[in-house]
């Protein structure tokens, strides 16, 4: 399996480090989610630990949408910068 997010060998495997724990720290919560009933587990504001810095705030019904919108609002922002070579060439 050959990974390749940035030329330096050093970053590439550390880039693939994090990524790899990050997809198990969201399996996990998500298999803690599931088992508690407990879906305020995958606040995204609770996942960054931003509930440290506003606790009362981010376990809010308010605070849960504007999670949700905010992932939204990322995930369409990485999706449309992050345009591979085929898509960036333009068409003959």
Excluded: C, Q, W
Aim: glycine share 2%; charged share 15%.
């Amino acid at each position: 399996m050959k990974i390749t997010i940035v030329k330096n060998k050093y970053l590439n495997a550390l880039f693939i480090l994090m990524l790899f724990t990050a997809i198990v720290h969201l399996l996990i919560l998500a298999y803690l989610s599931i088992k508690d009933a407990n879906i305020y587990i995958m606040n995204y504001f609770k996942i960054l630990n931003i509930d440290s810095f506003i606790p009362n705030y981010m376990n809010s019904v308010s605070g849960n949408i504007i999670s949700i919108v905010l992932m939204v609002v990322l995930y369409i922002a990485i999706l449309f910068s992050n345009k591979s070579e085929h898509e960036m060439k333009e068409p003959r």
